[in-house]
């Protein structure tokens, strides 16, 4: 099954751009989908195929893609962004598995 | 407003089995499959189980699949989680999520309930 790999950790000062990505095999021919977690909370979707945004999650939240590596866009970084960010794929080339990417860790200075 | 709530967590002995429920509001719960995620202590995001729309289809992670099954009742709005054979590494908060798309079941999830936690020890 696909392995997707993420930064352990990225570091950024409020005010700047934090970019987390998201490598692995066929992640150009793959929806790729974006989570915030906050300790002690569930998962929010923040970004979903690619590059769309879910209502009520800022517009400083942007994805993109390039070849096999996906990256969360995050400007105008705030305080309360301070977060676990991971992405995630389906895996519909052998059996129907959900691939979470390993996690980053988004400290904010 | 679209809600899930996840129930049935507890402690159990290895080699046991628990089962899990997860209960639907504020949408039309018919139309959309339920995915289970895990989280064990400390861990990332692990996929375990989806069961689709209409509960005909289920897939799971190979890590579960034998022993765990999930299945839902559609005139009950609730899904189900059925863990047998538990072993200490299935030791996490389990979530529920909605599948973001209508008769679809390979995601976005969204939303997420809270969770229940499973902890499997001697």
Not at chain 1, 2 to 30: E, F, K, N, W, Y
Not at chain 2, 42 to 62: E, M, P
Not at chain 2, 93 to 108: I, K, L, V
Request: overall charge negative; hydrophobic content about 30%; some cysteine.
């Amino acid at each position: 099954s696909s392995v997707l790999t993420q930064p352990p950790s990225v570091s950024v000062a409020p005010g700047q751009t934090a970019r987390i990505t998201c490598g692995g095999d066929h992640i150009g021919i793959r929806s790729v989908h974006w989570y915030q977690q906050k300790p002690g909370q569930a998962p929010v979707m923040v970004v979903y195929d690619d590059t769309d945004r879910p209502s009520g999650i800022p517009e400083r939240f942007s994805g993109s893609e390039s070849g096999n590596t996906a990256t969360l866009t995050i400007t105008r970084v705030e305080a309360g962004d301070e977060a676990d960010y991971y992405c995630q794929v389906w895996d519909s080339s052998s059996d129907h598995l959900g691939v979470f990417g390993t996690g980053t860790k988004v400290t904010v200075l | 407003q679209v809600q899930l709530v996840e129930s049935g967590g507890g402690a159990v002995q290895p080699g046991r089995s628990l089962r899990l429920s997860c209960a639907a509001s504020g949408f039309t719960f018919r139309s959309h499959a339920i995915h289970w995620v895990r989280q064990a202590p400390g861990k990332g995001l692990d996929w375990v189980a989806v069961v689709s729309h209409d509960g005909s289809t289920q897939f799971y992670a190979d890590s579960v699949r034998g022993r765990f099954t999930t299945s839902r009742d559609n005139s009950k709005n609730t899904v189900y989680l059925q863990m047998n054979s538990l072993r200490a590494e299935d030791t996490a908060m389990y979530y529920c999520a909605r599948d973001h798309f209508t008769e679809n079941y390979s995601g976005p999830f969204d939303p997420w309930g809270q969770g229940t936690v499973v902890s499997v020890s001697s």
